[in-house]
């Protein structure tokens, strides 16, 4: 049973059998996690999604992704924030 919409985001992610790509920009400065975010978008796949760690919420991208036509979800974690990013 999924018990969020992370899970359920992410359960519809696997159900597509859509291969996973992190990239972990914690620790890193202003604006560089934006910016390795959209080199990676750039490369992404239609059959993949990108599973992005930061240091926190990433407000700013949230309006370039919806306006490139991705859909995203966030949740806050002990060591981070993860967002998973896919195509619409």
């Known amino acids: 049973m999924v018990h969020n919409a992370f899970q359920a985001f992410r359960a519809g992610v696997l159900m597509t059998q859509t291969e996973i790509i ?13 910016e390795h ?6 490369e992404l796949a239609p059959t ?8 926190r919420e990433p407000f700013p ?3 370039i ?3 490139s036509g991705f859909k995203y979800h966030g949740t806050h974690q002990e060591n ?6 896919r195509r619409n």
């Open 22 to 34: 992190t990239l972990d920009t914690r620790g890193l400065p202003a604006p560089e996690p934006l």
């Open 37 to 42: 975010c959209l080199e990676a978008l750039a």
């Open 48 to 55: 993949q999604a990108l599973l992005m760690w930061l240091d």
């Open 61 to 63: 991208l949230y309006e």
């Open 65 to 67: 992704l919806r306006r």
């Open 80 to 85: 981070g924030f993860k967002l998973i990013i």
